[in-house]
């Protein structure tokens, strides 16, 4: 079992950051990728970012190349987000598997096994 707390959530003006932080406990050494996902009012969850343990690889949503970047490790992975917009509110969440993909599915809801309650990220116009 993996567990995961996400932290750092909040209320930003557009244009603003905010990093977020995910932090797992359990059997992290049994991982090989870490994600996160966006669910807003009455929308789907969405795909953010992930990174895959094995070379460190980096999968991005085309809404958030180039403001969003994800980093850390088994134990602790971030979030950090820039120049953000009003459209990026949501709850994010913090997601893990401990199964091997090649890189493209890590964008996929389904292959993570565990996930976190979440974080409220809210961006005012």
């Known amino acids: 079992q993996v567990q995961l707390v996400e932290s750092g959530g909040g209320l930003v003006q557009a244009g603003g950051s905010l990093r977020l932080s995910c932090a797992a406990s359990?059997?992290?050494?049994?991982?090989?990728?870490m994600g996160w996902f966006r669910q807003a009012p009455g929308k789907e969850r969405d795909f953010v970012a992930a990174?895959?343990?094995?070379?460190?690889s980096t999968y991005y949503a085309d809404s958030v190349k180039g403001r969003f970047t994800i980093s850390g490790d088994k134990n602790t992975v971030y979030l950090q987000m820039n120049s953000l917009k009003p459209e990026d509110t949501a709850v994010y969440v913090c997601?893990?598997?401990?199964?091997?993909?090649?890189?493209?599915?890590?964008?996929?809801?389904?292959?993570?096994?565990?996930w976190g309650q979440g974080t409220q990220v809210t961006v005012s116009s």
């Open positions: 997601a893990a598997t401990i199964t091997y993909y090649s890189g493209f599915y890590y964008t996929k809801e389904d292959r993570y096994n565990y």
């Open positions: 359990g059997r992290t050494f049994s991982t090989f990728a």
């Open positions: 990174i895959r343990w094995s070379g460190g």
